[in-house]
């Protein structure tokens, strides 16, 4: 893999961590949010319904004075009250507000938490129509929560893809010599001396392709010398095979005189003749078989 997308990789890991571990903290927060929100919710309506429980009064008027304490919570955001028969069957019920963006199943699953309720004996003489329960729905409040989430991981992911392609252009700008500096390598170690590499990016960078800058223009040099001196070795051997087949042709030739001849003089080589002439024959094409050393 090549050394940017390994950086790139090793980026993207580390955002994924960071992300997992903003998640665990954004999932703390949102449980205790929920959890306070809830406890708060129960205790406001409980002192509400002691306060409203007190001034009912028996009379004609009785059950719609209870009524009318259990549709004071229609519109809660947090709390639902239901006036419950002595056999605990639903008489009437408060309409909860419904969440404007609700919460995803598992979402709910992870931070409702225990149920939370309260239940009220009516005074006497009226407990004849049951009792007041009070409890929380956290509906609306995790869908609070979810929307925090929702714009938190936007902007959490915006900036992991902002950084990513910050990281990727710098690296891209940084590490290009290097891929050229690959090349180069690959070129000098198929023999090709003259390759080069732009002297650009950070320092540290820098330092590295001008060493092989002067390195790949020695390695040059010395490969032009060594070039030249192999062909003049050619040279050489090949001379001095000449002049020893010269030498060698000259030790065939007959000896003579070692006296200095004259400007003047004119030396005559005798004719050779044979060693062995052949008997005449009957054959007019008869030669003369001659052993001489060759010249």
Not at 124 to 149: C, M, P, Q, R, Y
Not at 218 to 231: A, C, E, G, N
Request: charge should be positive; charged fraction near 25%; glycine fraction near 6%.
């Amino acid at each position: 893999m090549p050394l940017r997308r390994r950086l790139l990789a090793l980026v993207a890991l580390v955002l994924g961590l960071c992300l997992i571990g903003g998640s665990a903290l954004n999932y703390w927060y949102g449980l205790r949010k929920v959890d306070l929100e809830m406890s708060s919710a129960i205790e406001v309506a409980a002192s509400a319904v002691s306060d409203a429980l007190l001034s009912v009064t028996s009379g004609t008027d009785t059950s719609a004075q209870v009524q009318r304490i259990v549709a004071s919570f229609d519109g809660d955001r947090h709390v639902i009250a239901r006036l419950l028969s002595p056999d605990k069957k639903v008489i009437s019920s408060s309409a909860l507000e419904r969440p404007t963006d609700p919460p995803p199943q598992w979402l709910y699953w992870l931070l409702s938490g225990e149920p939370r309720s309260r239940t009220f004996d009516l005074p006497a003489g009226l407990k004849k129509f049951g009792t007041l329960e009070i409890s929380a729905d956290s509906h609306n409040e995790i869908g609070e929560v979810w929307e925090d989430l929702k714009l938190k991981f936007l902007i959490i992911v915006s900036f992991c893809a902002i950084v990513l392609a910050l990281i990727y252009a710098t690296l891209g700008w940084a590490l290009r010599p290097l891929e050229q500096l690959s090349i180069a390598l690959k070129r000098v170690g198929e023999g090709d001396y003259t390759a080069h590499v732009a002297e650009t990016g950070p320092e540290d960078l820098k330092l590295i392709y001008q060493s092989f800058n002067r390195m790949a223009a020695r390695k040059d040099k010395t490969s032009v010398l060594t070039s030249s001196f192999r062909r003049y070795r050619k040279k050489s051997v090949r001379r001095s095979r000449e002049t020893s087949m010269m030498k060698s042709d000259r030790s065939c030739l007959p000896s003579t005189s070692m006296r200095k001849p004259s400007l003047f003089s004119l030396h005559v080589t005798p004719p050779r003749t044979c060693s062995n002439a052949a008997k005449p024959s009957g054959n007019p094409f008869s030669t003369c078989k001659c052993i001489c050393a060759p010249f």
